[in-house]
Nanobody, 115 residues
Framework: QVQFVESGGGLVQPGGSLRLSCAASVSIFSIYSMGWYRQAPGKARELVARITSGVMTNYADSVKGRFTISRDNAKNTVHLQMNSLEPEDTAVYYC?????????WGRGTQVTVSS
């Protein structure tokens, strides 16, 4: 069963940037679509960015133009470059396949955008 480990979160001011990273326990990125999900306090988890087994990407309207998802299949990693961060981006960010594997959720990485 594949497991994912997220890193790179932290505290940043509005307008700042962060780069999140995700590592998979097994080599699966080359054949599955991957996504970054986030869950804000009191809200449901949502998919904010997706990248196919190729390089096609898709973003939620709320982050489009500000976030960029990428993958490195050789290293079994996926990244999320987040620019122009807003307080509304505050959430725990997770990576997983798309569609998500229910038993593979990691602990996520906290992103807090505050002045």
């Amino acid at each position: 069963q594949v497991q994912f480990v997220e890193s790179g979160g932290g505290l940043v001011q509005p307008g700042g940037s962060l780069r999140l990273s995700c590592a998979a326990s097994v080599s699966i990125f080359s054949i599955y679509s991957m996504g970054w999900y986030r869950q804000a306090p009191g809200k449901a988890r949502e998919l904010v960015a997706r990248i196919t087994s190729g390089v096609m990407t898709n973003y939620a309207d709320s982050v489009k133009g500000r976030f960029t998802i990428s993958r490195d299949n050789a290293k079994n990693t996926v990244h999320l470059q987040m620019n122009s961060l807003e307080p509304e981006d505050t959430a725990v960010y997770y990576c997983n396949q798309v569609p998500a594997l229910g038993d593979s959720w990691g602990r996520g990485t906290q992103v807090t955008v505050s002045s």
